[in-house]
């Protein structure tokens, strides 16, 4: 320590930089620097106006999409609905044209079947006679039941009909019950295939005009058939309307 009090001297021993250079050199850099500063503003700014119009364009695009969604539901509502609409002028059309020719092509049930609002009812071998429960077979071999009454439309078109000696679809009873007028039918138990198991000393119902009678299952009587009617295909009016213009 002290030995070389001149060493340090020496390593600053260049030649003196004119104090004006000195001077010119910091102004430059603080120049510099100064207008990096501004530049990163600059840029800053302009890359949060990028991101923020980003973030407007993905909150507009958000919106625009929930809107499409919501006008897309209102569409395929709007397009159900008209479907629906079609589905009933369709079906109040092959009305009329069943009104005039039975087995006009739209009827929305097989050929022989009668159409009354959304069921088909056939009248089976007319002639034939069978027991309660083999009916109920031959009504189940076409995918159908045995005749049931439960509305007031229903009602007026069996009158219509005027069956005499018909089954009908009411469940079996142990009991044998006074005969009823039809118009008290439609709130008794109708049967479904759920119900129990029929013996030969149960009593099932049957229809003789405007009469509901119970006798022994085990008895015979024609049988009329009910299922659900299709829904009425709008080609079907269409196209045999076509071929019926060309006869
Ligand atoms: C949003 O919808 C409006 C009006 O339909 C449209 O002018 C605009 O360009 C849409 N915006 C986007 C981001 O798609
Ligand atoms: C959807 O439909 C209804 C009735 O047609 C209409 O009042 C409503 O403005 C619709 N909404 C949209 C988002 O289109
Ligand atoms: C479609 O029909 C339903 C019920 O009939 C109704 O509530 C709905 O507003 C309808 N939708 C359109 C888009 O018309
Ligand atoms: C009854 O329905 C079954 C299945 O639903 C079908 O396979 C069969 O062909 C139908 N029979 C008649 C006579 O309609
Ligand atoms: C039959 O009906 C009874 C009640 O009446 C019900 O508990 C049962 O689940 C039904 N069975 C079938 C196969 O539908």
Redesign the pocket.
């Known amino acids: 320590m002290g030995e070389h009090p001149g060493h340090y001297r020496d390593t600053f021993s260049y030649p003196p930089v004119p104090s004006h250079v000195w001077r010119q050199g910091a102004l430059a850099l603080t120049l510099l620097c100064l207008l990096l500063l501004i530049g990163l503003g600059v840029f800053g700014a302009i890359c949060m106006e990028k991101l923020n119009k980003l973030q407007n364009f993905k909150e507009e695009l958000q919106r625009n999409l929930s809107l499409q969604l919501m006008q897309n539901t209102?569409s395929s509502?709007?397009i159900r609905?008209l479907s629906i609409k079609l589905e009933e002028i369709a079906t109040k059309l092959c009305r009329e044209l069943y009104t005039k020719n039975k087995e006009h092509k739209c009827k929305p049930c097989p050929e022989e079947w009668m159409w009354h609002d959304d069921k088909c009812y056939l009248l089976h071998a007319y002639q034939r006679q069978e027991t309660w429960q083999k009916s109920d077979e031959i009504c189940s071999g076409y995918n159908a039941s045995l005749l049931t009454i439960k509305s007031k439309s229903v009602l007026e078109f069996i009158k219509s009909l005027m069956l005499s000696n018909f089954w009908l679809g009411l469940s079996p009873r142990k009991d044998n019950p006074r005969y009823r007028n039809l118009d008290t039918v439609i709130l008794l138990h109708w049967f479904t295939r759920n119900t129990s198991v029929i013996n030969d000393k149960m009593y099932c119902g049957w229809i003789h005009y405007t009469t509901v009678y119970y006798t022994k299952c085990t008895e015979t009587k024609s049988i009329i058939c009910e299922k659900l009617a299709q829904s009425v295909k709008i080609e079907s009016i269409l196209m045999s309307e076509v071929l019926d213009g060309r006869k």
């Open positions: 209102n509502q709007k609905n």
